[in-house]
């Protein structure tokens, strides 16, 4: 069974920043690639970044230049920093692993 816990959400000013994490547990982590994706009310669930296990990194056109995507194996830890924040970014941020394994969610926020 792999768990994924969400944490680093919350309500922030536009052009702030914010960092989610995401800690996996259940099976090895490193063979994963790991996603975040978000949902913003009334809207479809869309790929934000991806991180294959070796590295490449693969961004959503919106959050080019703004959000970092990473990963420390070791700690079993995807990160997502996000700088930049706009109004547009407001949804509910989600992990995923191998394409397979949700977690929670977390709430992100911007407006003034």
Excluded: H
Aim: charged share 20%; net charge positive; aromatic share 10%.
């Amino acid at each position: 069974q792999v768990q994924l816990v969400e944490s680093g959400g919350g309500l922030v000013q536009p052009g702030g920043s914010l960092r989610l994490s995401c800690v996996v547990s259940g099976r090895p982590f490193s063979i994963y690639a790991m996603g975040w994706y978000r949902q913003a009310p009334g809207k479809q669930r869309e790929l934000v970044a991806t991180i294959a296990p070796l590295g490449t990194l693969n961004y959503a056109e919106s959050v080019k230049g703004r959000f970092t995507i990473s990963r420390d194996n070791d700690k079993k830890t995807v990160y997502l920093q996000m700088n930049s924040l706009k109004p547009e970014d407001t949804a509910t941020y989600y992990c995923n692993a191998g394409e397979r394994y949700w977690g929670q969610g977390t709430q992100v926020s911007v407006s003034s």
